[in-house]
């Protein structure tokens, strides 16, 4: 008798194996159809921060929330302290050096990613520059809270997330004066779709 | 939101434990002669993690150093009592199924068994073993990124061959086949969508000396 039931116990654990999980619900990624993501060769992607306020800090914490998405290290980044060699850029007017304001998002900030030039190869030619700027009317507080988030939807761009997502709980939603980003960390979705692009075949090539 | 690994050990940890030892039926007069047995080795592991994101891949450790010590108290005719004190570590790494492998950081795994073991003919020996597993990732990161949901349970054999004329001084020489198997699975998985553990499949083939301990 117990011995059969020594046996049902070791089958037990060689049953049911597990089936990958779905990824629906993902937003669009591409450029007019071409693909980009850090290759694995190029980790971790070196990111400058203009020492400006709190922006190191920012970009510090948007590097981080994009690389504790992934289970497999598909995407890792670093902060380095010379320009001249850094894959991300970020500059921007001022970053005010205040704990962010814990309430109602506001539209206290802007930001833009320039996406360089592919020479005849389909290689970005130059580093990716991220620009942050302030807008006028809103308390230090306030606007470090909208640097916040915005350091990391900027930063999702540079990632290869080269389109904006139609749901407003995305840190990649494409913010709007009416409703500014409002996700403090890129949700599920984000996360999915990032994990989808990492796993999709570019057709760009990171700059020299 | 439960600990995965707790699950396992309070759940079907505790009544594989009981249903393995119950099976095993040893002998229970212990004797005061007890033996330790270091070994080192190689360990190879199966696929902890499968999962398709535009395409399928894999993530397992690579071949890892295995360094292990068990004492031995025997019991009665050829029945000895056992008990494994194991560490293994290497690299885990992403196969994909283009054939690129990528490094996700160190990983070390100690485990914890106790069994019984019989003395076979010709010097070989039979064992069966059950304990506790746990994973030691050197960075919360990727799948260990919300730490290793505890202790797993795992069970297991092993096949040692020590020939009798395998002698250095006080040490008999020997080498062990181990095999044992656990249910792999992280809280960071449970997040991703994964709703139970892989089946993971380890065997080392080590060496191993042996000795009494009056």
């Known amino acids: 008798m117990r011995r059969p039931l020594a046996v049902a116990a070791l089958l037990a654990i060689g049953c049911s194996e597990p089936t990958p999980p779905a990824r629906t619900g993902t937003y669009g990624f591409d450029a007019s159809g071409d693909v980009f993501h850090w290759p694995t060769e190029r980790l971790p992607v070196r990111f400058y921060a203009q020492p400006r306020g709190n922006l190191p800090r920012l970009v510090q914490h948007a590097i981080d929330n994009w690389a504790d998405l992934f289970l497999y290290g598909e995407f890792t980044g670093t902060l380095v302290a010379d320009s001249s060699g850094a894959d991300v850029i970020v500059a921007a007017d001022s970053a005010p050096d ?39 009317g809103f308390t230090p507080a306030q606007v470090g809270a909208c640097l916040r988030r915005t350091a990391i939807h900027e930063a999702g761009h540079a990632l290869g997330l080269f389109q904006h997502s139609p749901d407003p709980a995305d840190i990649m939603w494409g913010p709007s004066g009416a409703t500014p980003i409002t996700a403090d960390r890129p949700s599920d979705q984000d996360r999915r779709t990032a994990e989808v692009l990492y796993h999709t075949t570019p057709t760009l090539l990171p700059p020299p | 939101m439960s600990v995965s690994g707790r699950h396992w050990v309070d759940g079907w940890t505790v009544s594989t434990v009981v249903t393995l030892l119950l099976s095993a039926q040893p002998p229970t007069r212990l004797s005061a002669q007890v033996s330790v047995q270091p070994s080192i080795g190689l360990r190879y592991t199966s696929t902890l993690v499968h999962d398709s994101i535009v395409a399928p891949f894999d993530v397992r450790p690579a071949l890892a150093p295995a360094i292990a010590l068990t004492v031995t108290a025997p019991l009665e005719q050829r029945w ?60 919360e990161a990727g799948i260990f990124r919300t730490g290793t949901g505890g202790v797993l349970a795992v069970g297991g054999v092993t096949l040692s061959y020590t020939p009798a004329s395998a002698i250095a001084g006080r040490w008999r020489l020997g080498v062990e086949a181990h095999y044992d198997v656990h249910r792999f ?17 380890r065997v080392a083939l080590m060496l191993q000396a042996g000795r009494k301990v009056p």
């Open chain 1, 98 to 136: 205040v704990p962010p304001d814990p309430g109602a998002p506001v539209y206290a900030c802007s930001g833009a990613t320039s996406v360089p030039s592919t020479d005849a190869g389909n290689r970005f030619t130059e580093p990716f520059h991220i620009r942050l700027a302030i807008l006028p």
């Open chain 2, 80 to 139: 000895s009592a056992q008990a494994s004190l194991d560490f293994a570590t290497s690299t885990l790494e992403r196969h994909d199924a283009a054939g690129a492998t990528t490094g996700l950081g160190r990983v070390s795994t100690i485990a914890l068994t106790v069994g019984v073991r019989r003395q076979l003919p010709t010097g070989l020996a039979a064992g069966a073993n059950i304990g506790g597993l746990k994973y030691l990732p050197a960075q």
């Open chain 2, 185 to 201: 699975i992280t809280p960071a998985l449970r997040t991703e969508g994964f709703t139970s553990g892989r089946v993971v499949h």
